[in-house]
């Protein structure tokens, strides 16, 4: 369903971002890699989504989402290798938890940055090349933490709720383009970035990682199992599919019920 089409995915050398490029590339589409890693672990995602492209490997932007300008010259990259840009995937993120009067000034910085004004530098970049060519689908991977909050999260929830703002704006000024800004919303999702949560909350609380996953990671995720990489990448897949162009500035849940206590 994506014969033709071309896309850029921050922070899709791991997760979620990993799981999305995987769907878009079987779909059809020319998929640009971003994120860190390890070099092994970054040539390993190219050749895996390069494979599915039927080339040896998928193009790659090393940019920093925390810096601006690297996120913008990303953007150019994409629509120098492809031609074009059709799908815009705001994905790269990082996690810092702390008690606010704790939080380091740098970690709160880097998260607002990466986590948020990233998807702003990205989107005003990519935006006119959409609006040009009438076509355009803008996906911003939220949080359940950008429609509610949790304590010791603060840059995060922020950041989050800011992402939603941000897609929400963004979708009233292109509501009359065949260009759309969606958020996805995912409660806690089986990656890197939430497992790395479970082994302190086990040694905070004295109990196993089991326990600390059900009782105190998943509290508030009442069908108490992590959201599979799998399941946010089939709603990704979703939105820039046929069909999908009334869906503009929505904050789509994946989160076992979450939002609905
Ligand atoms: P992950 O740690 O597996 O992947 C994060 C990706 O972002 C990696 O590719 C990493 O290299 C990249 N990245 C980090 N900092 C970067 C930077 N400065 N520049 C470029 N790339 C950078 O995490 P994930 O769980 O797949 O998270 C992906 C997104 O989903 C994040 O925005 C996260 O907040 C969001 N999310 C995750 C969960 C969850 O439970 N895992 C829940 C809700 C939302």
Redesign the pocket.
Known sequence: ILEGQSALI????????LGIARLYAEAGAKVML????KPEDIAAARAEIGRLMGVAEAPYSA????KPAEVRGMVAAAEAAFGKLDILVN?????FVSPVQDFPAEKWDAIIA??MSSNFHAIAAALPGMLARNYGRIIN?A??HGLVASPYKTAYVAAKHGVVGLTKSVALEIAQADVTCNAIC????R????EAQVPPLAAKFGVSEEVALKDHLLAKQPSKRWIEVDEVARMALWLVGPGSGGVNGSALSIDGGWLAA
């Open positions: 921050t922070g899709s050398t791991s997760g979620i971002g971003n994120g860190f890693g940019a920093d989402m925390s994905n790269a993120g990082i996690q990466i986590n991977v949080s359940a995912p409660g806690f999702v990656t890197p970035l939430a």
